[in-house]
């Protein structure tokens, strides 16, 4: 997995021409629909970034990180479970404005999410096996049962995760719009990543996000 976090970095990491704005030459800022290879962030989710992050444009996705790539690495790595999580893509504000990260990632979990109760800082959402969504991330686990996953006995359990980088902060009294912001986001993806593996009924993930509590 590649692990180049925007354009930028990519191409300054391989030493590439800047421009007379000190920028490398193939620097572009897009609209969040076409991030993470244009098929995964949708109307709905774009307009989730701007509440998460303040911005409506982005530091261009890394050719590496898109939907279509995930899913032949997941499907590669199936059936094998872990705790670590794979770097699916990364957005950026663009350069001159206020700095954030956002990191979307899949993994492959052993089983279904258990009957636990969930940290106090999530709420349940009623997508896919589970989703938790929080101020500053959300995850969202769903069951797949696909013709890409060889040797699946059964379902495989993904989970796609979108989390804030860098230090936490006071969401103060925008709690439920960031929280319902990161599920957007996370379902989106989750509903992407499912498509591309041609999940059985789309992994059970609606259309459309749904934000009601469990």
């Not at 098929?39 to 992050?53: E, F, G, M, R």
């Not at 206020?98 to 258990?114: C, D, M, Q, R, Y």
Request: proline share 6%; aromatic share 6%; charged share 20%.
């Amino acid at each position: 997995m590649a692990v180049a976090g925007s354009l930028l970095l990519a191409a300054s990491g391989c030493g590439g021409d800047e421009g007379k704005d000190g920028l490398p030459k193939d620097y572009k800022v897009v609209a969040g629909t076409q991030l993470c290879g244009g098929n995964a962030i949708s109307a709905d989710a774009s307009k989730a970034l701007k509440v998460i992050t303040g911005a409506s444009r982005f530091e261009a996705s890394s050719k590496d990180y898109t939907v279509a790539q995930s899913a032949s690495a997941l499907a590669l790595a199936y059936p094998t479970s872990s705790t670590d999580d794979t770097n699916a893509c990364r957005i950026f504000t663009p350069i001159g404005t206020p700095h954030f990260k956002l990191v979307i990632t899949w993994g492959l979990a052993e089983n279904a999410p258990s009957d636990k109760p969930a940290a106090p800082k999530f709420t349940v959402l009623k997508m896919g096996e589970e989703t938790l969504a929080g101020t500053e991330q959300a995850y969202v686990f769903f069951a797949c049962q696909s013709d890409r996953l060889v040797g699946a006995s059964g379902e495989a359990h993904i989970v796609i995760g979108v989390e804030r980088g860098g230090m936490p902060r006071d969401p103060q009294d925008n709690v439920k719009a960031l929280k319902n912001a990161y599920a957007t986001v996370a379902h989106s993806y989750s509903l992407a990543m499912a498509k591309e593996l041609r999940c059985d009924k789309n992994g059970g993930l609606p259309p459309k996000p749904v934000l009601d509590p469990a």
